[in-house]
């Protein structure tokens, strides 16, 4: 199966530590979302990359937050300085923005990042 | 106004029978609607996407679409236990690649 992998798939750590995430999408892929979900929400956008290019950041995305995706493969999402409020579940997802698509979006199991 | 609205629930129906999930949108310049469902714990499963007015059916699932109401919704038909779940709408706009969720609705089918 080549679906969207991500790593870890949880992570504990205490209040003002850095952490990072990765994730691989479905190769064939070039489009590369990171999303954040909460209990009882629905997933909140954060960013996403058209292969190496960061094309959208949400305006609610901390200057904490960076997402890196160098050679428009694999991304990392970093977290400096985590607070408690950043306890959710990452999720990235994958799509192609070739013809035909609706940019129909593929998501990975997802990190459960915990901050104590 | 949130920009996609569903009822959290939870709907609860027997099983065989028709659910059916609703959700509207505020952007009028979305562009395509998209139905997730998650299990507890998962990550969100994508089950039906649809662009154009009407309805568009995959086996027991047919999505609807009203652009004018600007209102999407997901019927189930002979609903399982195994559908229990949460289930996402999202949308996208145009002239975006982000999704925009709703808050998901639980589905809750009875033996």
Same mark, same amino acid.
């Given at each position: 199966?080549?679906?969207?992998?991500?790593?870890? @798939?949880?992570?504990?750590?205490?209040? $003002?530590?850095?952490?990072?995430?990765?994730?691989?999408?479905? =190769?064939?892929?070039? @489009? #590369?979302?990171?999303?954040?979900?909460?209990?009882?929400? $629905?997933?909140?956008?954060?960013?996403?990359?058209?292969?190496? *290019?960061? #094309?959208?950041?949400?305006?609610? #995305?901390?200057?904490?937050?960076? *997402?890196?995706?160098?050679? $428009? =493969?694999?991304?990392t999402l970093e977290i400096q300085r985590t607070e408690q409020g950043? =306890?959710?579940?990452?999720?990235? *997802?994958?799509?192609?923005?070739?013809?035909?698509?609706?940019?129909?979006?593929?998501?990975?199991? $997802?990190?459960?990042?915990?901050?104590? | 106004?949130k920009e996609v609205e569903q009822n959290s629930g939870p709907l609860?129906?027997?099983?065989?029978?028709?659910?059916?999930?609703?959700?509207?949108?505020?952007?009028?310049?979305?562009?395509?609607?998209?139905?997730y469902r998650q299990y507890s714990g998962k990550s969100p499963e994508?089950?039906?996407?649809?662009?154009?007015?009407?309805? !568009?059916?995959?086996?027991?699932?047919?999505?609807?679409?009203? !652009?004018?109401?600007?209102?999407?919704?997901?019927?189930?038909?002979?609903?399982?236990?195994?559908?229990?779940?949460?289930?996402?709408?999202?949308?996208?706009?145009?002239?975006?690649? !982000?999704?925009?969720?709703?808050?998901?609705?639980?589905?809750?089918? !009875?033996?």
């Open positions: 199966d080549t679906g969207v992998s991500q790593d870890p @798939r949880h992570k504990i750590t205490k209040r $003002g530590q850095n952490v990072t995430f990765r994730c691989d999408p479905i =190769s064939e892929h070039n @489009r #590369l979302y990171w999303y954040r979900q909460t209990l009882g929400q $629905g997933p909140e956008f954060l960013t996403y990359f058209q292969n190496e *290019a960061q #094309l959208e950041k949400s305006r609610l #995305l901390s200057d904490r937050f960076s *997402a890196e995706r160098p050679k $428009g =493969s694999f991304s950043d =306890s959710a579940m990452y999720l990235c *997802a994958s799509s192609s923005s070739g013809k035909p698509s609706y940019n129909e979006q593929f998501f990975g199991p $997802g990190t459960r990042l915990t901050v104590l | 106004q609860s129906v027997p099983e065989g029978a028709i659910a059916s999930l609703n959700c509207t949108y505020s952007d009028r310049g979305s562009q395509s609607f998209f139905w994508l089950i039906m996407f649809i662009y154009s007015n009407g309805d !568009k059916e995959d086996g027991r699932f047919t999505a609807q679409l009203n !652009k004018a109401s600007q209102y999407v919704s997901l019927l189930i038909r002979d609903s399982q236990p195994s559908d229990s779940a949460t289930y996402l709408c999202a949308v996208r706009s145009s002239n975006t690649g !982000k999704l925009i969720f709703g808050q998901g609705t639980t589905l809750q089918v !009875k033996p």
